[in-house]
């Protein structure tokens, strides 16, 4: 009986640790509980197990159905899409039937001992010791993909695959038999399925990747083509602009000429009735310079004017040189996202306001982007802790492109709310000028 309370611990407890390891980072409802359940549950599936082999029932039903439970305390405590998290368990689930199935078979089939004894036990345990570091460094790799893909409507049906998948193969090779142990076409098909559900995982999240990626290349086209719209109306603006200044020099003469007229006959009170109208008329409106950056001036500007016409304070700090080392577009992209999002966020507030601060990190080719904005409701969110877009859209899009960005320049874009304000920060490595392109995320 002991060998079998071993071989139960050394077969299921790698499977714990690997689940444990990849959602760590996650939100979780109390870890500290879900690891003293998982314990409790691992520790009353080895009793139970001694108990059913001394009563001679089927062991492996029984096994299965406690493997059951202690899912379920997975999908309860960890705070992460529940298809998303179920994709990631079938392959864990994958990984554990295989190296069962490998050591049961080279037990019974070339050791001739039961498939639960101490040999089946410590081949368990060089398959682990060979293949886990390999394999947690795969499924945190997954996870991460998995989990910064948005599309809720593929991933609650794109699980059944490997699902269904396993379900098969554990079927038909009559897993739940104890004699199922010794035959190589079980062996095989156990390694079938592992290979099949690595490929289809594999070719899925790429293509769930590109799905993102070309996202967010639309979204950055979008806002290319707005940021050209917004440069063609500057220059029709400097245009009439250039053109007031001329009729103003030719009509100076005129005005000289009345003003003399006024000294010359002493009517003061007249003149200075006529210099304040002059004044008036005569008053052009010039841009703001936020930066020496003229995109991104010309680009702030315009949300400087929303934010006028809409009645929203508006404080705008940009420390940025004429010329940025790289980037240049994107980083457009990404102010006019953020801006774009806090002005949507303010519409409808009672007291709104918007702020942002660009800024190069001294000495390096950095730059970092914060923008808040007033926030008294906090923005709906997901339960793996994204936040739900309410523009009519399935997600956010344009935070996904701000994070994608981020990516593709070694930085990071976080986005949180707190105390009736919501925060975007931003930071981008700006290659040297000589570097051609940023480094591609996906390479």
């Known amino acids: 009986m002991t060998e079998s309370f071993f071989y139960v611990l050394c077969t299921t407890l790698p499977s714990h640790i690997i689940a444990f390891a990849q959602f760590w980072d996650y939100p979780w409802r109390s870890k500290k509980l879900a690891v003293t359940l998982i314990s409790a549950n691992l520790l009353f599936k080895m009793l139970t197990m001694i108990g059913a082999m001394q009563n ?28 998303k998290l179920l994709f990631s368990y079938v392959l864990i689930i994958d990984y554990l039937v295989v190296v069962r199935g490998i050591a049961s078979f080279i037990s019974t089939r070339l050791l001739h001992s039961d498939f639960q004894s101490w040999q089946a036990s410590m081949i368990c345990i060089v398959i682990y010791l060979l293949t886990l570091p390999w394999m947690m460094h795969f499924f945190r790799k997954m996870s991460f ?42 062996l095989l098909a156990r390694l079938s399925l592992m290979c099949s559900t ?81 004044s008036d008329s005569a008053a052009v409106d010039s841009p703001r310079v936020f930066c020496r950056n003229y995109p991104i001036n010309l680009l702030l500007n315009h949300y400087a004017g929303v934010c006028d016409q809409l009645h929203i304070p508006f404080e705008c700090v940009a420390a940025l040189p004429e010329k940025l080392p790289a980037g240049e577009p994107d980083v457009c992209v990404v102010i006019g996202n953020l801006l774009e999002n806090a002005l949507h966020a303010c519409t409808g507030q009672p007291q709104p306001w918007v702020r942002i601060v660009i800024k190069m990190v001294p000495g390096q080719c950095g730059l970092t982007i914060l923008a808040d904005n007033s926030a008294p409701v906090p923005p709906k969110t997901r339960a793996d802790g994204s936040f739900i877009s309410d523009k009519g859209e399935n997600s956010g899009i344009g935070t996904q492109s701000v994070q994608y960005i981020a990516k593709q320049y070694g930085g990071t874009a976080d986005f949180h709310w707190e105390d009736g304000r919501f925060m975007a920060s931003v930071f981008l490595n700006l290659p040297p000028e000589n570097a051609e392109n940023p480094p591609d995320p996906e390479g």
């Not at 029932?57 to 096994?63: D, F, G, P, S």
């Not at 309860?76 to 298809?83: L, P, Q, S």
């Not at 049906?157 to 193969?169: D, E, F, G, Q, Y």
């Not at 001329?246 to 003061?268: E, K, M, V, W, Y």
């Open 145 to 186: 993909r998995i989990y910064q893909t948005d599309a809720p409507a593929v991933w609650h049906t794109i699980w059944l695959i490997p699902a269904l998948t396993t379900l098969v193969v554990l079927l038909f090779t009559n897993t739940y038999r104890a004699d199922s142990a010794e035959n190589w076409r079980a």
């Open 198 to 278: 690595l490929v289809v995982c594999f070719i899925l999240v790429r293509t769930m990747s590109e799905i993102g990626r070309k996202a967010a290349l639309e979204e950055q086209n979008r806002q290319n083509q707005y940021i050209l719209s917004l440069q063609r109306s500057q220059f029709a603006a400097l245009q009439d602009h250039i053109e007031q200044i001329r009729r103003a020099r030719h009509d100076l003469r005129q005005h000289q000429n009345i003003i003399q007229a006024f000294l010359d006959s002493g009517n003061t009170d007249a003149m200075r009735a006529y210099l304040r109208e002059l």
């Open 56 to 83: 001679g029932w089927n062991t492996r039903v029984i096994e299965l159905l406690i493997s059951l439970v202690g899912a379920a305390i997975y999908f309860f405590f960890i705070r992460a899409d529940k298809f």
